[in-house]
């Protein structure tokens, strides 16, 4: 890799994890981005790093490894962030139930305990007291600010290990060895686009050819909070636990899933699960919804931000409930179980994307990017 030279197409959280990955082992990299800063998925999301989201295994390595990538950019850049770890809230039997097999199952292979319904109150003081069985904790969770995050590592990059960057320059066409941007010309040994759903545009047969389409996401930021109040941890509700394939290995989610279709059909539908996640001004980024299609509405529903604001006020309460944005996101979504999408269209070329299926970029980027560069990377499965 040392004296070898590369360029990344994309300054999304894919490519800067690829820019960094060939950076440290000596590569000179180039990162293309076609707006003045990345305003795709990659900020528009929770920030919250999320291994109990994946499943056992090499998945869930990748996830920790990209944990601990994190947290060395952190430490360089002075970022604000939260080792909160996450809290799975039961408030009804059933969910109580699949929490228990998850904490059993897991017990000598990640680092969460039950909590009965005190110790979950004091551990969250947003939690809804009122018929709160208890809740799983895991201490692997880490929340940073994307919108801070995504912008400031470029500066990292470049400071720590010289990668270049080039913004508004859109990339019109890629071959072996060479990139274009209009007229203008990029030569490097190796290519890697990393561009999420605007790869369509430079590959259009091969992504029609893949199984991949779009999800769109629905999201909200609530007021800064007064007086200093914290969540205590990153909040997620029982519809999570039908969501996540870390719980769906576990548990037995299928008695859940099954109450959940019965009662919450319209949410079932909307792929709606609700999670919470606080920044360090306070604000707290709720959400989230999933829609698939290969072309979206531009337009929100306020008809679904409102089931999600309904659904969260079942097991969270905060001082200001007072919604500061809303907004949607869209990221590409593979619809064959695999981890993420990998395809080489030319020699030297590698195309990234789809993360974890789709969500889980902040996740896993880290850690895939050096599977990739290393020559280690395996396609894995998630789970069903």
Request: net charge negative; glycine share 10%.
């Amino acid at each position: 890799m040392k004296n070898t030279t590369a360029l990344v197409v994309g300054a999304g959280i894919v490519g800067l994890a690829v820019a960094r990955a060939l950076a440290v082992r000596g590569c000179k990299v180039t990162v293309l981005e076609r707006h003045e800063r990345a305003v795709g998925a990659s900020i528009r999301n929770f920030g919250m790093v999320w291994p109990i989201g994946v499943p056992n295994g090499p998945l869930y390595e990748r996830a920790l490894r990209s944990r601990q990538i994190w947290q060395e950019l952190i430490d360089v850049a002075g970022l604000w962030h939260d080792p909160s770890g996450s809290l799975h809230v039961a408030h009804a039997d059933d969910e109580w139930a699949v929490l228990q097999q998850y904490a059993t199952a897991n017990a000598q292979l990640r680092p969460c305990r039950l909590l009965d319904r005190d110790a979950a109150l004091a551990k969250s003081p947003a939690l809804v007291a009122r018929e709160l069985r208890g809740a799983l904790f895991n201490a692997d969770e880490l929340v940073v600010d994307p919108r801070q995050a995504i912008r400031a590592l470029p500066d990292v990059l470049h400071e720590q290990h010289g990668v270049q960057f080039h913004w508004r320059t859109p990339v019109t066409a890629v071959e072996s060895g060479r990139v274009w941007s209009g007229s203008r010309l990029f030569e490097a040994d190796q290519v890697f686009v990393c561009s999420g759903p605007e790869f369509e545009q430079l590959y259009p047969e091969l992504y029609a050819a893949a199984p991949l389409t779009r999800c769109k996401l629905q999201m909200l930021r609530l007021a800064a909070q007064p007086s200093g109040f914290r969540l205590g941890a990153a909040l997620c509700g029982g519809l999570s636990l039908v969501h996540y394939a870390g719980f769906r290995e576990a548990a037995d989610v299928a008695p859940l899933q099954a109450r959940y279709q019965a009662e919450h059909a319209d949410l079932i539908e909307l792929g709606i699960h609700v999670m919470a996640a606080q920044n360090g001004q306070g604000e707290i980024t709720i959400g989230d919804s999933h829609a698939y299609a290969h072309t979206h509405d531009p337009f929100d529903e306020h008809a679904i931000n409102q089931k999600v604001l309904g659904y969260l006020s079942r097991f969270m309460q905060v001082p200001d409930a007072r919604i500061a944005q809303t907004w949607h996101g869209i990221y590409p979504k593979l619809l064959d179980g695999s981890s993420e999408f990998v395809a080489e269209p030319a020699p030297g070329v590698t195309i990234v994307n789809a993360i974890g299926g789709g969500g889980l970029g902040m996740t896993l980027s880290f850690g895939l990017a050096e599977e990739l560069v290393d020559g280690r990377y395996t396609a894995l499965r998630r789970a069903a």
